[in-house]
């Protein structure tokens, strides 16, 4: 099983920028879609972007669209998330989940999960 380790969230003002790492580690022997999501509070967790274990299809939520940018680096086991134009409702802890190969929509067919990393947007 992978293990995920979400780094970069942080507090930052309205119209910033931030970048967030997904590293995993564990029995890589093929590529694994990965996934990002986010829970407001008092929200239910949703999806944001993800990207399929070859880097040849990427998706969006209508949210984020224009404004986030997912991408991956196989050889070193990370994916990363860079948001531009963070806005207030952007706020929410962020976490990278993975599936072997392709995103899919459903949450629970995603296998792992790293801790989440705090993305707060607030002058």
């Known amino acids: 099983q992978l293990q995920l380790v979400e780094s970069g969230g942080g507090l930052v003002q309205p119209g910033g920028s931030l970048r967030l790492s997904c590293a995993y580690s564990g029995i890589v022997l093929d590529y694994y879609a990965i996934g990002w999501f986010r829970q407001a509070p008092g929200k239910e967790r949703e999806g944001v972007s993800c990207?399929?274990?070859?880097?040849?299809?990427?998706y969006y939520a209508d949210s984020v669209k224009g404004r986030f940018t997912i991408s991956r680096d196989n050889a070193k086991n990370t994916v990363y998330l860079q948001m531009n134009s963070l806005k207030p409702e952007d706020t929410a802890v962020y976490y990278c989940a993975a599936r072997r190969f392709r995103c899919v929509q459903s949450q629970n067919d995603y296998n792992s999960w790293g801790q989440g990393t705090q993305v707060t947007v607030s002058s």
């Open positions: 990207i399929s274990g070859s880097g040849s299809s990427l």
